[in-house]
């Protein structure tokens, strides 16, 4: 209703994310209402993250061969996303058939390195920025995980505008 989405895959890279995502917004036309990151993790849950530490402290390799425990601190510091979690959470469990979480803790990998761009650059548009960890797709098929998305998006996005929201818990 109303709701444009567009999508991109970024890099599995702590080096590329960020200047793709920026390469990407300043190709838009418009400041997006919600820029919305979404990531794979190892739990069987939906993940909303509420935090993106400037500090990454994994010890797995990116795509590029780089360890985050290694790179220096993000520039800017810590970010916190400025949107409503418990509104966010409750749209959400409205729309998934399992169980949903909110979390501080997005991780220390690509995923939070991405949430971090998301979040400067959310503040740099004056637009809000969301990050979502999905299960991994032999937990929930992608085609559940896509109605889920598309769901969430269609309630929140018209909460974001309006500062209300309809949710249905069925």
Do not use: W
């Not at 780089?66 to 996303?81: C, D, E, H, Q």
């Not at 920025?129 to 996005?157: A, K, M, N, W, Y």
Request: proline content about 6%; glycine content about 10%.
């Amino acid at each position: 209703p109303g709701l444009e989405v567009q999508g991109a895959v970024l890099p599995v890279t702590f080096q590329g994310v960020a200047p793709k995502l920026r390469e990407l917004l300043d190709g838009e036309e418009r400041t997006p209402e919600l820029i919305l990151g979404m990531g794979v993790h190892a739990g069987s849950t939906y993940r909303l993250e509420s935090k993106a530490n400037a500090v990454l402290k994994s010890l797995k390799e990116d795509n590029d061969g780089v360890i985050a425990s290694k790179l220096g601190p993000l520039s800017a510091g810590n970010r916190a996303t400025r949107i409503d979690m418990e509104l966010a959470v409750e749209i959400l469990s409205g729309v998934a058939r399992s169980e949903v979480e909110h979390s501080e803790d997005a991780g220390g990998f690509v995923c939070e390195c991405a949430y971090h761009a998301i979040l400067s650059e959310a503040l740099r548009g004056d637009s809000r920025g969301l990050f979502l960890h999905l299960p991994p797709l032999d937990v929930i098929p992608l085609t559940e995980q896509i109605e889920v998305v598309r769901s969430f998006l269609g309630q929140f996005v018209p909460a974001l505008r309006y500062g209300c929201a309809e949710v249905d818990p069925g």
